[in-house]
């Protein structure tokens, strides 16, 4: 089953790079991840290029929903178990961080990304005791 990604994003083909770049910075893979990199690189004045082997937002990217999210459940539960509390709300921490810098990122350079704030839930198939 594709992803609503795959199903209406119009991603052109790129030609094969046929020579060779002089650049600071390399960014492997032109997904989510690897476009956001050198858009905070290039505002940084740093001079870098995005090297993709397929197709711009192939990948991890094509199959995802690209919802952004801080509630990983069960993520702070290994890190509080694993490292304690105050890891688990560090990483809490930097994760609404990201979450409003792409809020900014998307108003300040006026992206029509449809970014929308929704309540989340998170629910079990089973009847089991909260972790």
């Known amino acids: 089953m594709n992803s609503i990604w795959e199903q209406t994003a119009q991603r052109e083909e790129r030609p094969a790079l046929k020579e060779n770049l002089h650049t600071d910075v390399a960014v492997i893979g032109a997904g989510m991840a690897g476009v956001l990199t050198a858009f905070l690189l290039r505002r940084r004045g740093v001079d870098c ?15 995802t929903t690209a919802k952004i999210t ?3 459940g069960l993520v702070y539960h290994g890190l509080i178990e694993r490292f304690g509390e105050a890891a688990a709300r560090q990483y809490a921490r930097i994760n609404q961080r990201a979450i409003g810098a792409y809020r900014r990122i998307a108003e300040e350079n006026d992206i029509d990304c449809m970014l929308e704030e929704r ?3 998170t629910y079990g198939l089973t009847d089991a005791e909260p972790l």
Do not use: C, F, K
């Open 49 to 63: 290029v995005v090297l993709e082997a397929a197709r711009i937002g192939s990948g991890q990217t094509a199959g």
């Open 119 to 121: 309540d989340a839930y």
């Open 70 to 72: 801080s509630q990983h």
